[in-house]
């Protein structure tokens, strides 16, 4: 923060009556004590969320669809046989 040690030599005050509007808007609008502004900050912060969650599950299928696709784009001649892509333990058949 920095301090001026002079005082400006260019003093631009001006006489404003105390009866005049403030330059900034006030708190109250129409008679409404803010409950209008709260309510109007909580359907943006709901409609942020639901959009947000929205590109989130679009994003999850999209990758998904394209995975997919990679995958079957990707095949090899063994990954038509039957069970080529289990990774279970076969228990039949061994013997024992």
Do not use: C
Not at 10 to 29: H, M, N, Q
Not at 30 to 48: F, M, R, S, Y
Request: aromatic share 10%; no cysteine.
């Amino acid at each position: 923060m920095m301090f001026r040690s002079k005082p400006r030599t260019e003093d631009t005050t001006e006489e404003i009556p105390t009866t005049a509007a403030l330059p900034f808007p006030s708190l109250e609008r129409n008679g409404k004590n803010g409950e209008e502004d709260q309510e109007t900050a909580l359907i943006k912060t709901v409609g942020w969320i639901s959009a947000g969650l929205g590109a989130v599950a679009l994003g999850l299928f999209v990758g998904r669809e394209l995975r997919q696709r990679y995958k079957f784009n990707r095949r090899t001649p063994y990954d038509f046989y039957a069970h080529s892509g289990d990774e279970q333990d076969m228990d039949t058949g061994l013997g024992i």
